[in-house]
């Protein structure tokens, strides 16, 4: 899921699914093709669906995957030669590109049925929510103030708010704990068992597997898809504050339609069928996601391992408009507090 890259060039996957093709409305034999920009996270789940998408209307989907701000600054930079016909990402980032006329108005058929984030211009796709992860021989951490144990001296890592969504998400959410102030006043301790800043979640995930860190950020759907796919060892868990209490908040994947698509009727069509019904339903039983609709009910055993991990933990909502009002502010507090 969903950090930044900090080098474009070195860590931009390019993956092409169905065929290899030109961006945009670039054709391949006739066929035209839909570029998608999206954070990572989802590639099981595009995979299935988006070859089903291709036999049902021959268009072809392509998907550049980075991190949730990256994404963003990657349209920001092609504004005036616009790439992407279709973008996932997550708040607020999704509310950024929004905000920066990066995205158009498409009303998703389908949309009513979403409670979750959504817009004039963007709609949650697929749900999902922070957690964190550890290895075996990092015991159960129980709280926040576990993390801060010196035996985490140099085993712990966290993505880097502002530049990576669930970096973003830490951050916030501890804000919403603690406050504003307590919150950095924590990360200013916790800085002493961080190995440092970290442009990608998706590559924490491997090294806690394999002990080089003991614990991590990340979320729920990327992670519980890795235990399941890739046999990664570590756990998921949510630290409790000091009255015990398990907290989580809701960091779903939005789509919206690209400005200046290339291929707006091919982008259009691709997320309709992302919304349906048919599409939704497999969101868990592919990848741990959960679906966005209120109408899909899956009865699958990802489903219900999902549910069962968040058992007994809060979800909140952030308001991603007052979020992204205090973003900048917030994040420059954040650096200067952790040096």
């Known amino acids: 899921m969903k950090a930044l890259k900090t080098l474009l060039a070195a860590t931009l996957v390019l993956s ?13 034999g006739g066929t035209k093709t839909v570029t998608v920009y999206t954070a990572d996270g989802l590639a099981d789940w595009y995979k299935t669906r988006f070859d089903a998408f291709t036999q049902k209307t021959g268009i072809k989907v392509q998907t550049v995957e980075a991190g949730s701000g990256e994404v963003v600054s990657r349209l920001q930079k092609e504004k005036s030669n616009p790439q992407a016909d279709v973008v996932v990402t997550l ?23 979403v409670k979750g984030v959504k817009g004039d211009d963007y709609v949650t796709v697929v749900d999902n929510y922070l957690c964190f992860i550890a290895n075996a021989q990092a015991g159960t951490p129980k709280t926040f103030d576990d993390l801060l144990d010196p035996k985490f001296k140099g085993k712990l890592q966290y993505s880097t708010p502002g530049q990576a969504g669930d970096g973003t998400a830490v951050l916030l959410l501890l804000q919403h704990l603690l406050g504003k102030g307590a919150a950095l006043d924590y990360l200013k301790k916790l800085e002493a068992n961080n190995v440092g800043p ?9 090294k806690v597997s394999k002990g080089e860190l003991l614990v991590a950020n990340g979320d729920v759907q990327m992670n519980a898809a890795s235990i399941a796919n890739d ?18 908040l809701a960091l779903p994947y939005v789509m919206g339609l690209g400005a200046g698509a290339p291929n707006a009727d091919g982008g259009k069509q691709l997320m309709e069928y992302l919304l349906s019904t048919d599409a939704q339903q497999t969101i868990s039983k592919d990848a741990f996601g959960l679906p966005a609709r209120d109408d899909v009910k899956p009865a699958d055993a990802n489903f219900t391992s999902v549910q069962k991990a968040t058992a007994g933990v809060d979800v909140w909502q952030p308001d991603w408009a007052a979020v992204l009002t205090d973003l900048d502010a917030d994040v420059a507090a954040y650096t200067k507090a952790v040096g």
């Open 91 to 113: 708040p607020p980032f999704i509310q950024k590109a929004d905000k920066d006329g990066l995205l158009q108005k498409y009303a998703v058929p389908g949309a009513d049925h």
């Open 16 to 28: 092409v699914a169905a065929a290899c093709g030109g961006t945009g409305a670039a054709s391949t």
């Open 198 to 206: 970290s442009a990608s979640t998706g590559k924490l995930q491997p």
């Open 231 to 248: 046999k990664s060892a570590f756990s998921i868990f949510f630290p409790a504050t000091k009255d015990g209490k398990r907290t989580t």
